[in-house]
């Protein structure tokens, strides 16, 4: 404990002796110091805790009376000094002599006890108002009148008044008479009921117009009487211009907008709400909204947004007085500043324009527009949700319109729609337990459900190919058939590409076969389509490794004279020795190879060609065997006419052989190409004659030097009279045209004494000459 110094005043030093004797110095807590009268003048009363007067001096008592707390005046009764003379004096401290040290004592402790009340009193004192003028709100104390006695710095700044102007003075005083009568109720109400009360209140002051949430709380006396009031005022204006901006922003949000507290009550809305809903009440449950029966999932989903704190969204349908609506709805959680869900803020917008459209869009993008059925991606759809997710066995039919071109060539595009249109329709009558889709433009794609018995399928298949016929139906599509393709399995075992890819198998065997026919897919099948990868893999290397050469066949007169030379591919490939030529250019025709291939041909023949009618006088033609796909290429004439060019061989010595399958795409422009070419001074050699559709209408229409007759006729004339007068009828009607013709296939002395007395023209085959490599072909020129 610190010790209280005493500075003791004495006449003489009779005074320090007596006190001495006394015991004074044995007093704990204390130090004592004695001075003169004479001497006071030469000390720091600040330095001292108390001041003992031993003798009255009223000039040095004048001079102390600045703290009079700090005084203690001795008191000689004997002399009749009264302690009410120095009273007047402001002393309040008194000593009585004679002394004694008990009650020396007493006197000192209950002075030190006062300093330390009064220290302590002090010191909340100071804390207190540090604390009021520190506070970031306005806070005050009234008496019972409702007057003011003390307010802090934040309430002094916004009103604009000092404490000495304020303290007195009632609320319509302080705020200019903006605000009185409420006030003086509020104080009211808290001193009587002797409880607090919160409430919003605006205050102008010189900070501007201000809300304030203020809390107001009962001051109590130490005899419980009611004293006064105590005030706080929250400046919250910050916050209702955000409550303001929020409830404009909510106001004129396009969408439907509600906020809930964690008890699902409605607590706030906008007026797209109500006009979504229909309502016309504040606070109501989302369950009178969405449906009763909905309850527990609007439960459920609160309890996800709340306790996981994460967003959700979903889609409900709700039925309103304007019909059935679909709605999407947002649910985000309310976090305040701890961290705590308070509520949740939803978002419902009605998106049923939007879905309907959606629904509109997904029925175009899944359905065929012209006939109503399912396309592709429906196709693919229906597949994969009615039988990959259940794992069902499916029997596929595929099918593909023949000489469907023909329709829209000759009788134009709307003819050809109007067919499938029709077709469709009783195409669906005739598979109605089947899934019918159209993937392309005459590609037809019919799904069951279920492995189909091999008679059931049949008899559907056999149906479809009468009903294009017109047998055994009211309906007949003129000029077209259907070539089919019908695949088993199960979905579960292999993808849907894998099952398509089959089906596709089976159509293309159909249509190799002679179309107007149906195939079952077959595990040899596959096998063929790997092997056509494989052949076509290779292919694209064949020309680096100089796989790739020509074979010539020599034509002859019919006695016998060397007249041209047929080129013809071959593949010096082991692996691939017995595959017909004919079906390795059907797969390089199929992966485009044909173009690079057809390149290397052309120069071949060409350089050939111009080597060997360099020097000769009787010259030899060289003919080259063209595609549809070549001659349907835009730069087909420019690139013969660059080959010639480049080569320098004579367009004479030259000859281009083309089949009908040349002429059924675009008939009219692969005319014009083939005119421009016989112009330059090339022959043009129809192929295969008399297989095609209508042969002898081409024999009028192109511009032709000769015509092949196939071999098929050729062999057959041994066999059938009907054959020979074919035979004869081609040529008699080539001659009339002035067109040379050449006999294929020619293979023994029989056949050709036959077309002799026909007056053929040339003769080609085994008979004279198997097709030969250059260097023999050279060893016979």
Not at 441 to 467: C, H, P, Q, T, Y
């Amino acid at each position: 404990m610190k010790k209280l110094k005493i500075l003791i005043l004495q006449e003489n030093e009779t005074t320090e002796q007596k006190m001495s004797e006394l015991g004074l110095f044995l007093l704990k807590g204390y130090s004592f110091e004695f001075i003169t009268f004479s001497n006071y003048l030469k000390i720091n009363l600040e330095d001292f805790d108390f001041i003992i007067f031993d003798t009255y001096n009223e000039y040095v008592l004048e001079c102390f009376k600045i703290n009079p707390e700090k005084l203690i005046i001795s008191v000689d009764i004997l002399k009749e000094e009264r302690p009410s003379d120095y009273i007047k004096k402001g002393v309040v401290n008194f000593l009585l002599k004679p002394y004694s040290l008990k009650e020396i004592r007493l006197t000192l402790e209950k002075l030190r006890e006062s300093i330390t009340i009064k220290t302590e009193a002090d010191e909340n004192k100071r804390n207190f108002f540090t604390l009021l003028d520190n506070i970031p709100y306005m806070a005050w104390f009234k008496n019972k009148n409702s007057e003011y006695m003390i307010v802090n710095n934040e309430f002094k700044e916004h009103c604009g008044k000092d404490i000495d102007t304020i303290k007195g003075k009632g609320d319509h005083f302080v705020w200019n008479g903006m605000i009185g009568e409420n006030c003086r109720l509020y104080d009211l109400q808290v001193m009587n009921e002797r409880k607090q009360i919160v409430f919003d209140e605006v205050i102008p002051g010189k900070k501007g117009y201000k809300h304030f949430n203020i809390y107001k709380v009962p001051v109590v006396g130490i005899d419980n009487s009611i004293i006064g009031t105590m005030g706080i005022a929250r400046d919250i204006t910050d916050l209702k211009n955000k409550d303001v901006k929020f409830d404009i922003m909510l106001e004129n949000m396009p969408f439907a907008v509600f906020t809930k507290n964690r008890e699902g009550d409605i607590i706030k809305s906008n007026s797209a709400f109500f006009k979504l809903t229909g309502f016309d009440r504040s606070i109501i449950k989302e369950d009178e909204l969405l449906g009763k029966e909905d309850t527990e999932n609007i439960l459920q989903e609160d309890k996800d947004v709340i306790f996981n704190k994460k967003s959700i969204q979903l889609v409900k349908i709700i039925t309103t007085k304007d019909g059935e609506k679909v709605l999407e709805v947002h649910k985000s959680p309310i976090i305040d500043i701890s961290g705590e869900v308070i509520g949740i803020i939803c978002t419902i917008r009605d998106i049923t324009d939007m879905k309907n459209q959606e629904t509109k869009i997904r029925k175009m993008a899944y359905t065929d527009s012209l006939t109503g059925l399912a396309n592709r991606r429906g196709l693919y759809s229906y597949i994969d949700s009615e039988l990959v997710s259940k794992n069902l066995d499916a029997t596929i039919m595929f099918m593909d319109l023949d000489n469907f071109k023909y329709l829209n060539d000759n009788f134009g595009h709307l003819y050809g729609d109007k067919v499938l249109i029709d077709f469709s329709e009783e195409l669906q009558k005739v598979c109605k337990d089947g899934f019918v889709s159209r993937i392309g433009g005459d590609e037809f794609v019919i799904v069951w459900k279920g492995k189909m018995s091999d008679i059931i399928i049949i008899e559907i298949a056999e149906r479809i190919l009468n009903l294009l016929t017109g047998k055994k139906s009211k309906v007949k599509f003129t000029k077209i058939s259907a070539s089919i393709g019908i695949v088993m399995g199960n979905t579960a075992e292999e993808s849907t590409d894998s099952f398509l890819t089959k089906g596709d198998l089976a159509l293309y065997k159909a249509k190799e076969q002679g179309k107007n026919q149906y195939v079952f897919y077959n595990s040899d099948l596959d096998k063929k389509r790997c092997l056509d990868e494989e052949i076509d893999q290779d292919l694209r290397n064949a020309l680096e490794k100089e796989e790739l050469e020509l074979y010539y066949q020599p034509q002859y007169t019919a006695d016998k004279k060397l007249f041209g030379l047929e080129a013809l591919l071959r593949w010096n490939n082991e692996k691939y020795r017995n595959i017909p030529i004919i079906d390795i250019i059907n797969i390089m025709e199929k992966s485009l190879l044909i173009d690079e291939i057809g390149d290397f041909i052309i120069r071949s023949a060409f350089n050939f060609s111009k080597e060997i009618n360099e020097n000769r006088k009787e010259k030899i033609l060289v003919s080259v065997n063209i595609s549809a796909l070549q001659i349907m290429k835009n730069k087909f004439v420019k690139n013969i006419k660059k080959q010639i060019n480049e080569i320098g061989v004579d367009p004479k010595n030259i000859g281009l052989e083309i089949t009908e399958t040349v002429l059924l795409q675009n008939i009219e422009e692969n005319i014009l190409k083939i005119k421009e070419l016989k112009d330059m001074g090339l022959e043009i050699s129809l192929d295969d004659f008399g297989t095609g559709y209508s042969s002898f209408s081409y024999l009028v229409k192109l511009p032709l030097t000769n015509i092949k007759i196939d071999k098929s006729f050729i062999w057959g004339m041994k066999e059938a009279e009907e054959y020979r007068t074919l035979v004869r009828l081609c040529i008699d009607t080539a001659h009339a045209l002035n067109l040379k013709v050449v006999g294929e296939g020619v293979e023994t002395e029989e056949e050709l004494e036959i077309l002799k007395n026909m007056k053929i023209d040339y003769i080609q085959g085994y008979l004279f000459s198997r097709p030969l490599p250059k260097n023999e072909i050279l060893t016979i020129i």
